[in-house]
């Protein structure tokens, strides 16, 4: 007699257009025969209830990147609305924050799931992050200027537009806020997983620190630029992906 098998799916879930309304358990108190034909055609369902949520993410519904072929489908949907979602998106442990991360992209999010549907969804993020790097172009921030390294004992060093400065940090794993403590300030901002790296970023108020006496840009227009797209949609947050 083969071992049990069991399968459950959540009542009244709904995964794009279809529905799954009932709980099913299959338990193999039958002979191998039959036991063989059920599995394989309760296997054969959920492809076909895989298949079907591809294609409706692929109509519109699912995320902007895509990734590889070889990536789950549901996982790269999920993995980019969590991105642009502070509170409760993907995080880092305190260890995995550690080491040296560069600037590669602007990055954009809101502090929660309803913020960002107000603002629009991910198409929000997208907009927020083009304009972020028609700014940061302007400013002239790129991959050689623009770092943030996190050491054992807490302690960071960071360079903004090729100014250096550091201090001591505390992030918060359990809900990714984390504040940058220098001789002269504390700048407070949160970090999130993104699909490339780290996403660190702050609002209006924090990020024109970052920018102005951090990195001490001298273009007031682009600084203004970006602090006003920060203020431009509720709980949204602006700031650097960094990689390493």
């Known amino acids: 007699m ?24 299959i338990f193999a108190t039958m002979n191998d025969k039959n036991y063989s034909i059920m ?28 990734g590889s072929a070889n990536n789950n489908v549901l996982g790269s949907v999920l993995g980019s609305v969590l991105g642009n979602v ?74 903004v537009n090729g100014i250096p400065f550091s201090g001591t940090y505390a992030y918060n794993a359990q809900n990714g806020e984390i504040a940058l403590k220098t001789s002269t300030e504390t700048i407070k901002g949160n970090v999130i997983k993104t699909q490339r790296g780290m996403g660190l970023m702050f609002d209006s108020t924090q990020m024109v620190n970052i920018l102005r006496k951090e990195g001490k840009v001298s273009n007031t227009a682009a600084v203004q630029a970006v602090s006003k797209l920060a203020k431009s949609a509720d709980g949204a947050r602006v700031g650097f992906e960094l990689t390493k």
């Open 2 to 25: 083969p071992e049990p098998f069991v399968s459950f799916v959540p009542k009244k879930k709904i995964i794009g257009y279809l529905e799954l309304s009932e709980i099913v358990c």
């Open 39 to 66: 599995k394989k055609t309760i296997l054969t369902l959920l492809v076909g209830a895989t298949l079907m949520m591809s294609s409706c993410f692929s109509a519109g519904y699912g995320t902007q990147n895509t």
């Open 86 to 159: 502070l509170f409760g998106g993907s995080l880092f442990d305190p260890t995995s924050i550690l080491g040296s991360w560069s600037y590669n992209a602007p990055s954009a999010a809101f502090t929660t799931e309803k913020t960002l549907t107000k603002a629009g969804g991910n198409a929000a993020v997208t907009n927020l992050n083009s304009s972020l790097a028609s700014n940061y172009n302007n400013i002239g921030i790129n991959r050689s200027n623009t770092s943030f390294s996190f050491l054992a004992g807490n302690k960071f060093s960071a360079k």
